[in-house]
């Protein structure tokens, strides 16, 4: 089940007073019509009917994912590594035994939204950030311009591929850089290494955590 509850929020343009509905926990498998509004952005939009000013709203919401198994804690701006939510946990031990389920947090919209489209991919998201670091560098060295990010954008069996869109120098280019599925596997490998013992904690998987499993594997070996 999904939770919300109705909020006053000022307009910051106009000042007048809005009712807002802000959820607090969304159930995509018991709420299917919600997951397209996380995934649009149009949960966290505020518009004031007064005089049309339009924001983005943030605020913390548990979103759960019981086909998939997964849940993301989204709470913006969040500058600790992991959480241990008992009240969370006590809540949702009746909807599936939370072993099994993968339990992260996020600090961006941006990577919530990267999340569940991994997670729904049915692919290792620990594995994921890793490669995407070790593309990130190639991306750095090939291009010789500074690279601010990137986000999952490929995958394929078939083709035996994995690729990631980064964006490049100062007008934020659009790079696709891909490489082979082996990259992938290996990196599964090595979050697992890195990874135990953390089933309990809604965990922020990174580009500081892969950086850190990277480092972690390499003094190993
Ligand atoms: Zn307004």
């Known amino acids: 089940m999904s939770s919300a509850e109705m909020k006053i929020i000022t307009c910051p343009k106009c000042g007048q007073d ?9 159930n995509v498998t018991t709420d299917a019509q919600l997951h397209d509004k996380v995934i649009s952005g149009e949960l966290f939009r505020f518009r004031c009917p007064h005089c049309g000013h339009e924001a983005e709203l943030k605020y913390p919401m548990l979103y759960n994912d019981m086909k998939y198994r997964f849940m993301i804690y989204y709470i913006p701006e969040i500058d600790r590594s992991s959480v241990i939510d008992e009240k969370l946990e006590s809540e949702y031990a009746e909807y599936a035994e939370l072993e099994g389920v993968t339990r992260r947090l996020v600090g961006s919209f941006n990577q919530l939204k990267e999340k569940i489209h ?42 035996d591929l994995i690729g990631f869109t980064f964006f490049i120098g100062e007008d934020n280019e659009h790079l696709v850089q891909t490489t082979r599925l082996e990259i992938y596997k290996k990196s599964i490998e090595i979050a697992g290494d890195y990874d135990k013992d953390t089933n309990r904690n809604f965990l922020l998987v990174d580009r500081n955590w892969a950086r850190n499993a990277l480092y972690r594997y390499k003094k190993k070996n």
């Open 18 to 26: 809005n009712e807002v509905k802000i959820f607090r926990t969304v």
């Open 118 to 159: 991994i997670l729904e991919s049915g692919l290792d998201d620990r594995a994921m950030e890793i490669a995407k670091v070790a593309l990130y560098d190639v991306v750095c060295k090939r291009t010789g311009e500074k690279v601010s990010g990137g986000y999952f954008s490929k995958y394929s069996e078939s083709e």
